[in-house]
């Protein structure tokens, strides 16, 4: 894959938790970060620089340098156990590609 | 409020064509692009390739070779043929939309609730 994501992730209830994404496009890309829970359609929850869809609580939040996205969730809750997507256009811009997932567990 | 909804077989042989339907309600396919991803089965997801309305496609490289996809705008909905399938294509399929703007880029924003296909004899 095109962009690298660490497999799984813990953190304890209200605490901050980074979910990083590592990828020599996301020199040139922002990346989309997406929420999925078990035996659910993945959610978006950051696009672009730093933008929540309606509805995404304001605990979420991006950032991004060199070659590293990264997806912060400041005072995690039970409800955001889930696995974490980002993605971003490849490296020849024309496809898209998804990092591995992480996923995140709340202690 | 766009809604997305997959339909295809639910089983296909090895060697055959996997052919599934996205149908788009409450909006129109006109003027965005639309996205087929897949997950294996405890696995990822898998970026499969685009069309945007206008009919031009974007493929991922891995699968270039047996992918097509189309859109009928009559009746506002996306295909996905994969040809030659094997087991290894056995996945939850899901279409979605890709919506640009233009301070903020594409995002894929409307999901539809995925279908799964499993492919064996």
């Known amino acids: 894959s095109e962009l690298t994501q660490d497999p799984a992730v813990s953190v304890a209830l209200g605490q901050t938790v980074r979910i990083t994404c590592l990828g020599d496009?996301?020199?040139?890309?922002?990346a989309n970060w997406y929420q999925q829970k078990p035996g659910q359609a993945p959610v978006l929850v950051i696009y672009g620089k730093n933008n929540r869809p309606s509805g995404i609580p304001d605990r979420f939040s991006a950032s991004s340098s060199g070659n590293t996205a990264s997806l912060t969730i400041t005072g995690a809750q039970a409800e955001d156990e889930a696995d974490y997507y980002c993605?971003?256009?490849?490296?020849?811009?024309?496809?898209?590609?998804f990092g591995g997932g992480t996923k995140l567990t709340v202690l | 409020q766009v809604q997305l909804q997959e339909s295809g077989p639910g089983l296909v042989k090895p060697s055959e064509t996997l052919s599934l339907t996205c149908t788009v309600s409450?909006?129109?396919?006109?003027?965005?692009?639309w996205t087929w991803i897949r997950q294996p089965p405890g696995k990822g997801l898998e970026w499969i390739g685009d069309i945007y309305y206008s009919g031009s496609t974007n493929y991922n490289p891995s699968l270039q070779s047996r992918v097509t996809i189309s859109l009928d705008t009559s009746k506002n909905q996306i295909s996905l043929k994969l040809s030659s399938v094997t087991p290894a294509d056995t996945a939850v399929y899901y279409c979605a939309r890709n919506k640009y703007e233009l301070l903020t880029g594409y995002r894929l924003d409307v999901w539809g609730p995925g279908t799964t296909v499993t492919v064996s004899s």
């Open positions: 993605n971003a256009r490849g490296s020849s811009g024309d496809f898209w590609v």
């Open positions: 496009g996301l020199r040139s890309y922002f």
């Open positions: 409450g909006g129109s396919i006109s003027n965005d692009y």
